[in-house]
């Protein structure tokens, strides 16, 4: 199952440049991918795959394949492999962006992929909100739209709010079962406590994916993605994950009122209000959009029943859905290609101009109004059956029917009928892959014949159920009078609907007073001002103002708890020093604190405040922590270098200002909160009841293969912790420099046209600054030092897993061997030292630093497994390699590209603005 997942990865990846290359053709080798996740599905047997994750955290690799799981395997692989195929004649070679199109659709098919076979909870959400991103990508596949970017964000918003509060659900569910294996829950459910409240959470995020009321307005509005994204997404794929996390959780909750008093009455009110919403819609597109959320309205109410019955029904008409809507889908997409407009007010006489075409929409229509022989019509009659022991939602269920047959009916004529008034519509041939995936999928809604054998397929997965619920039968027709009676009901009342289609429309419109995406957006236009009037009272730039209210709130926090819980108990054994240098060390901090105080020099300040860094390293070296006092000490100075940088542009001294925080409101916020904190260090140090931790470290580092503790709690025992620091700290760093660009950042900084040479003679470096800012000592001193600081940079690199050093503070040396070459030669030699944009070394940085988790997957069973040989050298010997050299030098490139870009920024960038003023 992973390698499945992998190869769509891979896949996704590699899908720009086969695009690229290939153009559309490219769809058809792309669709190769998800066809051979349908042969796995065809050929494997059920079953679990587990792997751990992060065992520290209890979280694995946990998939499942159960009847459930395999039908959607089945329409998730079979009809992504058809779209894929369908795309390669849809799309135009000059399209712009189907490489990245491509990749994300494959990717969202391996995400959907994962959803379904998911057999641990949050690994089930990682791949839910996966689905969520990509189906932000592809609905707004064309940025120069302003339908598009809006339907998108309206999807991403809606569904992602409801995927944050299905995942406290989530966690309530698992911490309450002290599993979160899914297979486990369902084996025994928990009950009491805060299950109720956490499956509403677990609901609203279904709902929301599902497009339920009051979730529904984004799936009409995503009808401006291309058809094909339609056709997957809101027909096979993402909107079925919703409908199949109630299936995959009904077993377990199905049985309690809070299930089907949310699941009941929403699915019914949305099965009508979209089916009756879709009796006039005049786009095709939008028409089958609101017939999709009447139809997940429909099997919501199937799954929220809570009955075995009610479960094989929605497994039918699960399948029977994602057959003819996907068809119909790709149909409308047919039309708009042959015909150039979807407006059924305009389209004419296509059944004879497109008769083949014609004859599987048909049959895909009557699969969707429930006519034998089709699927379709199996499936309903079965809810119906089911439903007859809850008569107000079977008498719900069938009005939606009725206007399913309304809607479907009005869809066939406006697409393929002649009009009075109107000249056929021209059309131009249709290509085999795009007419071969609906004919295909319409054909197989002739399933019906085959529904006894899907039946029993599905029993053991109705069988879960506590509550089997009235006896159905799957079947071509099961014989049961009254169901078959309610949907020849349904059929006259929608055919009947049909014939009044006029008076209805304009009904339809007269009672249409509230307009849900009007809604949404004026919402979103309200959420926009507070926010606006909100950031005006607080973010005022001003760093003191944020500084001081930061730590106010810390005090008011300190002091609340002194004056509310009293003063705390302490027996601590403290000691005044355990060596003669803290104290004089202790003193030296103590007095530039206070000197600090007084100093009305920007440049002053920042030396100063820097000998309080150089004090922590120092005080961190005679406690015994050499690595911790040199990573202190590196990144002292690098800060030192970069506040240097940026006061160029700031005044000698502050200004004066009459409305800044008096000095002894500072003075006091000050000690209050040094109290604050001293105090919460002391009381967490009496109230250790455990073990330290730190006293398992050297057996654990042993264990690791590290001589160092400190480097083998970065990257070994805490690597995970590393890798997510690292990509914050990038982050922050392309975030903070972005803001001083002022133009288009290049790959080269400057032409050295302008740079000076000394008439007769040389220099030390490839570049000089102007006359009166050179100096000859600094050029030499850099020249000298240069390439030991690189190679000292390496050997920190190289010796870090066993002695001092590292990825981390082997890359501060290099940087700052970079930042020596800068101040002594300008912008022009920074260039010339790192001619490396600063975005490959930080994109390879943190691609090793993940190859290495990658590796540790694949050959060492867990993420982050960090793996060792000795390897045998002639003449040499064994060599000792490991993969945390690998990550370590991912996290050395990392840095070394984050001082690059900071120089860039705060340095040549600010040059090149200084000049030009």
């Known amino acids: 199952m992973e390698g499945l997942l992998i190869l769509h990865a891979v896949a996704a990846v590699c899908a720009p440049a086969l695009v690229g290359r290939l153009s559309t053709r490219g769809f058809t080798v792309l669709a190769a991918v998800p066809a051979a996740g349908l042969v796995f599905t065809a050929m494997a047997t059920p079953g679990e795959w587990v792997r751990p994750w992060a065992p520290a955290l209890g979280l694995e690799l946990a998939f499942r394949a159960d009847a459930l799981s395999v039908l959607m395997m089945v329409l998730v692989t079979g009809i992504g492999a058809l779209i894929l195929w369908y795309c390669s004649r849809y ?30 909870l949050l690994l089930l959400y990682v791949f839910w909100e996966l689905t969520t991103v990509f189906s932000y990508l592809l609905i707004g596949y064309d940025p120069e739209s302003r339908a598009s970017r809006g339907a998108a964000m309206q999807a991403l918003t809606v569904t992602t709010l409801g995927g944050l509060a299905m995942l406290a659900g989530l966690v309530v569910i698992g911490e309450t079962a002290g599993t979160y294996r899914i297979s486990a829950i369902l084996a025994d459910p928990p009950r009491g406590g805060l299950i109720p409240a956490g499956l509403v959470l677990v609901l609203a995020g279904a709902l929301a994916k599902s497009a339920i009321f009051p979730f529904s307005l984004w799936l009409p509005g995503a009808m401006a993605a291309p058809t094909p994204v339609s056709a997957y997404l809101h027909a096979a794929a993402m909107v079925k994950a919703g409908v199949y996390l109630l299936a995959r959780l009904g077993p377990a909750f199905g049985d309690l009122a809070v299930w089907r008093l949310i699941a009941l009455p929403l699915g019914l009110l949305t099965m009508v209000t979209a089916g009756w919403r879709a009796l006039r819609e005049n786009d095709l597109k939008k028409l089958l959009a609101y017939g999709t959320v009447s139809q997940l309205g429909f099997l919501t109410v199937l799954f929220g029943a809570g009955t075995g019955a009610a479960a094989l029904a929605g497994v039918a008409m699960l399948l029977a859905h994602a057959l003819f809507k996907a068809a119909l889908f790709l149909v409308v997409g047919v039309i708009d290609h042959a015909t150039g407009t979807r407006d059924l007010r305009v389209l004419s006489g296509l059944r004879t101009s497109m008769p083949w075409v014609c004859a599987a929409a048909v049959l895909a229509a009557a699969s969707m109004a429930g006519l034998p022989p089709l699927l379709g019509f199996s499936a309903k009659e079965a809810a119906f059956e089911a439903l007859l ?168 926090t300190g002091v609340f708890s002194f004056l509310y819980g009293g003063a705390p108990v302490l027996d601590l ?90 000095f002894r409101m500072r003075l006091g916020l000050g000690v209050v909160t040094g109290v604050v904190a001293a105090g919460a260090g002391l009381i967490a140090l009496h109230e250790r009841r455990a073990v330290p931790v730190g006293t398992q470290l050297a057996g654990a580092a042993e264990e690791a293969g590290a001589r160092n503790i400190v480097s083998a709690l970065l990257v070994d025992l805490r690597a995970w912790d590393t890798l997510g620091e690292s990509s914050v700290i990038v982050v922050l760093t392309l975030g903070v420099t972005s803001l001083v660009f002022l133009r288009r950042r290049t790959f080269s900084l400057e032409r050295e046209d302008a740079v000076g040479v000394p008439d007769g003679g040389s220099h030390w470096l490839s570049a000089t600054l102007p006359e009166g800012q050179r100096s000859v000592i600094f050029e030499i001193v850099a020249r000298l030092t240069f390439h030991s600081m690189v190679l000292l940079s390496v050997f920190l690199l190289l010796t870090g897993h066993g002695n001092v050093g590292g990825g981390f503070a082997g890359g501060i040396v290099a940087g700052l061997a970079v930042t020596v070459r800068y101040l002594a030669g300008g912008r022009y030699e920074l260039a010339r030292a790192l001619p490396v944009n600063a975005g490959v070394l930080i994109g390879v940085g943190l691609t090793l630093s993940l190859a290495a988790a990658v590796i540790g997957t694949v050959l060492g069973g867990q993420a982050l497994d960090m793996l060792a040989a000795d390897v045998p050298i002639p003449l040499i010997g064994a060599v000792h390699v490991s993969t945390v050299l690998l990550f370590d030098l991912g996290i050395y490139l990392s840095v070394v590209g984050m001082v690059q870009d900071l120089l860039r920024s705060l340095g040549a960038e600010l040059d090149r603005q200084m000049e030009a003023s």
């Open 573 to 662: 054994r403290l000691t005044g020093w355990d060596r003669p240098e803290q104290p004089v060390i202790g003193a030296v901090l103590v007095a530039a604190a206070v000197i600090l105080l007084r100093v009305r020099s920007h440049i002053l300040l920042a030396l100063i405040a820097g000998v309080t860094g150089y004090g922590a390293a120092l005080l961190f070296l005679v406690h015994g922590s050499p690595d911790l006092a040199l990573t202190q000490f590196l990144a002292e100075t690098l800060s030192l270098v970069m506040f240097a940088l940026v006061l160029r542009r700031l005044p000698v001294s502050p200004q004066r200002d009459s409305a800044r925080v008096p």
């Open 91 to 120: 799309f135009s070679p000059d399209d712009q962006g189907l490489g990245r199109f491509a990749g994300v659709l494959v990717a969202f098919a391996g995400a959907m992929l994962g959803l379904v076979v998911a057999d641990d």
């Open 389 to 556: 022991d809850d008569v107000p939602v079977l008498a719900g269920v069938v009005l939606g029917s009725l206007l399913t047959v309304a809607y479907t009916a009005r869809l066939v004529w406006g697409a393929f009928a002649g009009k009075p008034g109107l000249e056929p519509t021209p059309v131009h041939a249709t290509p085999a892959p795009m007419f071969v995936p609906p004919a295909l999928l319409s054909v197989l809604g002739l399933g019906a014949f085959a529904a006894s054998w899907y039946g029993a397929a599905m029993a053991p997965y109705a069988a879960t159920f506590t509550d089997p619920g009235h006896p159905v039968h799957l079947a071509l027709w099961s014989g049961a009078p009254i169901p078959l009676a309610l949907s020849a009901t349904a059929l006259a009342g929608g055919l009947a609907l049909f014939v009044i289609r006029e008076p209805v429309a304009r009904l339809g419109a007269a009672l249409h007073l509230l307009d849900a995406p009007q809604l949404y957006w004026a919402l979103m236009r309200a959420m926009d001002r507070y926010a606006t009037i909100l950031t005006g009272l607080l973010q005022r730039g001003s760093l003191p103002g944020y500084l001081t209210l930061a730590l106010a709130v810390m005090a008011a």
